[in-house]
Structures are given as C-alpha cells and as structure tokens.
C-alpha cells in the first residue's frame, strides 16, 4: 500500500457576492426558480484586480502555510482548470515562479472539467511515487464569469468564481486514494470554447443531459471507490461531491442510503465552480472541524468531458 494524505487546505472566492436577485436583473429569473431547481442563492464573480491566478496564489499560499511545508519541499505542482488567464505560461508555472518552488517540480495545468481536482488528487498520487520529494501541491481554480453567457438564464444562473488547493504528502505506508476515474467523449453535453470558437463563444450547456449523466455517475462512482477501498460507505466520515445542483446531491445521497448530515455542502453559497468545487468545499469542512485527523473523505468530481473522480482521502 502506498499512497497520499492530506496534509492541509485553502482556498479562496472573489470579494463580489451576486445574488439571485442580482441575476434577475440581468435575465428572465426568480429567486424562487434558481433555489428550487439547483440550491443556489448566490455565487462570487471575479471584478477589479482579482483573476485566476490571483485567486490560484492565494488559496496556495494558504495551503502551504497551514501545512508548514516550505516550497522548496513541494515535488508537484497541479492546477485542475478550464479558465485559466493564459493557456501559456501554465498557471503552475506561475505558480512555480511566484511561490518559489524548485525548478525541477513537476508544474502543469490539467483539465477534466468538474472532475479535474480528484484527477488532479490521482495524477500527483502517481507522480510523487517517483517524485524525489513527497509533497505535492493540488489547486483546483475557476474564472467561469469570464465563459458565462450572461443572455442564457439556463446556465449564467448556476456559475462561479473560486479557487481551493491541498497539500498532500506520499508516503509507503499511506493508503491509495483508490482513485476511480473514467471518461466518456461527448462534444454535445457540454462545450466550453477554445480557439476554435466558431460554435459557441461562452458555455454551452445541455443541462438535462449533463444532469441524467451527473445522477447516474455520481452514485455510481461512490460505491467504486468504496469497493476499491475495500470499505463500507458507512465507514466513510464525510462525502465531498462536486456542488454542481442540489438536487444531484439529494439525488445521489437517495440512492446511496448515506446520512445527509456527512454530505453537506456549500452550493448555496458558490454556485458550480466546476474544478474548484471540490478543494474549496473540502477547505471548509477542515477549517470547521467537519473533518479532522484520521478521518476520511469520499470526494467525487463529475461534468465537462464527459467525466467522473472519485477518491478515498484522509486527513493526516
Ligand atoms: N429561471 C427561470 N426559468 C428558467 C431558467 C431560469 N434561470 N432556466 C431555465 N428556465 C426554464 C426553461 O426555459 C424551461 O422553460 P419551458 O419549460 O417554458 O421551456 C424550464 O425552466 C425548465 O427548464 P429545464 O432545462 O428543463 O430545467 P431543469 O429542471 O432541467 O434545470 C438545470 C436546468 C439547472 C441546468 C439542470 O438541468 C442541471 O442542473 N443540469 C446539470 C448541470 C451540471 O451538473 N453541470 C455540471 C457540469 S458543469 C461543468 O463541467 C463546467
């Protein structure tokens, strides 16, 4: 058995809280029709200065300090994002050159959409197992005001704007994260514009297709990390899915017969902010003392690729 722990957390969202009345002035919405349908009341957009290396640098600085791990100590670095400000220089490298890290640390930008922190959690588990020092810094952050089309009520309701990032130890006495990841290529679900943009410039997003993936991979995904584990999911302590609508979660908590109490979330607050949904939930429950040392966190990305992750971390 080998594998990563985590070691510490941060995380960060832009200063601007808009609402669902603020949304409602900008498009044909309710208060009432976004709470009902996804669980969201507000969400934080970037404005001013902030941006995503901006928020990727605080929620890093933050990680590290809590961990009390120097950078000269960090082997890998990893940014799970589809919104990063340049797609060169990586934001890893940014990362690299503004944190101080050694130049021979294994920095780039990954992208598997909402999945992309536990792919993120998974690669630096693989990497820091050859890497010559065993910790590894995993960000998940996302600017997606800056993809919203904000004439689509459909989706500029459900995004927002947030940074969370992990320091995770290996070691050979540590247990795997047991990763699960798969894909399952649809260009149609959900599309987000690259250089080739002629198609769409902002999100585009078929909810209702997302939404029959999101609730049949989320359980799904669960119970294989837990197989893997070779654990019951009674012996989980905390369940951290990807805030993507409430309703996916009350769904899947349903079909997964686990207590709600270990599957609260913070949707209400951020929105969907995709890569960044799972370190910034998973910063919370840390910060609160929802998740303390010894315990151990089902986390389970999905959306965008179409794709899925989940992992079994424990807190050191
Ligand atoms: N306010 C008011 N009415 C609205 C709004 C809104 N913001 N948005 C849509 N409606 C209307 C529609 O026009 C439609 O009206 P009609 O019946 O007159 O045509 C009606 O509400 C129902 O629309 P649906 O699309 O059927 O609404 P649904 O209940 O499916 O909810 C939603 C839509 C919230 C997008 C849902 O499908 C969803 O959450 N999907 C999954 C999203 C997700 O998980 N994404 C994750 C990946 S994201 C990533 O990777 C970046």
Request: charged share 20%; proline share 3%; with cysteine.
């Amino acid at each position: 058995m080998n594998g990563i722990k985590l070691i510490a957390t941060g995380s960060a969202l832009p200063e601007r809280v808009v609402t669902n009345a603020d949304m409602a002035k900008i498009v044909d919405t309710n208060d009432e029709w976004i709470v009902s349908r996804t669980g969201i009341s507000s969400r934080r957009h970037c404005s001013g200065d902030e941006c995503h290396t901006s928020l990727c640098l605080a929620a890093a600085r933050q990680a590290l300090e809590r961990s009390g791990i120097r950078p000269e100590q960090i082997g890998v670095c990893l940014v799970a994002t589809l919104s990063q400000d340049f797609l060169t220089p990586a934001t890893a490298c940014v990362l690299q050159m503004e944190l101080g890290l050694p130049e021979d640390t294994v920095c780039f930008d990954l992208n598997a959409a909402c999945s992309g922190f536990v792919y993120g959690l998974h690669t630096a588990e693989c990497l820091l197992a050859a890497a010559p020092r065993k910790y590894g810094l995993v960000i998940g952050c996302e600017v997606l005001s800056r993809l919203t089309d904000f004439t689509d009520r459909s989706t500029c309701v459900l995004f927002g704007d947030g940074a969370g990032a992990a320091v995770v130890e290996w070691n050979e006495a540590y247990p795997s994260l047991h990763g699960v990841l798969g894909c399952r290529g649809n260009r149609e679900a959900l599309l987000v514009p690259g250089v080739n943009t002629k198609d769409h410039s902002y999100i585009h997003m078929d909810g209702q297709t997302v939404f029959r993936f999101a609730v049949e991979a989320l359980p799904r995904c669960a119970k294989e990390v837990a197989g893997k584990a070779g654990i019951s999911l009674d012996q989980v302590d905390r369940f951290v899915f990807h805030q993507a609508n409430q309703r996916i979660i009350d769904f899947a908590v349903k079909k997964l017969k686990v207590d709600p109490a270990k599957c609260t979330g913070n949707i209400s607050r951020t929105g969907n902010t995709s890569a960044a949904s799972v370190p910034i939930l998973l910063d919370e429950l840390v910060s609160s003392g929802a998740l303390t040392s010894g315990q151990k966190a089902l986390c389970v990305g999905f959306g965008g690729g179409l794709t899925w992750a989940g992992g079994l971390l424990e807190l050191a």
